[in-house]
């Protein structure tokens, strides 16, 4: 089983960065690729950036591409999201997700450990 915490989420400017941490614990951390996904007020989770167990394979949804990056670091147990060219429509609280496989995936169904969620604000 994989336990996880999100944090890094605030309010932020438009146009501004942050970077979201997601620390993990469990055995599996490492054999397990990660996501992030992203749920706005009255709208459905969505997938926003997964990365392989490895971390040499990433995968961003089309909306973000560009403009937001993955990263872990196995050895810290560590996952990240840097946002950049934060715009009001990013506004949302940001789930950690663990996978049940080694590959990326964009579906939420690929996942079977989630945080809490952290808050991102963007404010115009």
């Known amino acids: 089983q994989v336990q996880l915490v999100e944090s890094g989420g605030e309010l932020v400017q438009a146009g501004g960065s942050l970077r979201l941490s997601c620390a993990a614990s469990?055995?599996?951390?490492?054999?397990?690729?990660m996501g992030w996904f992203r749920q706005a007020p009255g709208k459905e989770r969505e997938f926003v950036a997964a990365i392989s167990w490895s971390g040499l394979s990433t995968y961003y949804a089309d909306s973000v591409t560009g403009r937001l990056t993955i990263s872990r670091d196995n050895a810290k147990n560590t996952v990240w999201l840097q946002l950049n060219s934060l715009t009001p429509e990013d506004t949302a609280v940001y789930y950690c997700?663990?996978?049940?496989?080694?590959?990326?995936?964009?579906?939420?169904?690929?996942?079977?450990?989630w945080g809490q969620g952290t808050q991102v604000t963007v404010s115009s």
């Open positions: 997700a663990a996978s049940s496989y080694s590959r990326a995936y964009g579906t939420a169904d690929k996942y079977a450990y």
């Open positions: 469990g055995p599996t951390f490492t054999s397990s690729a």
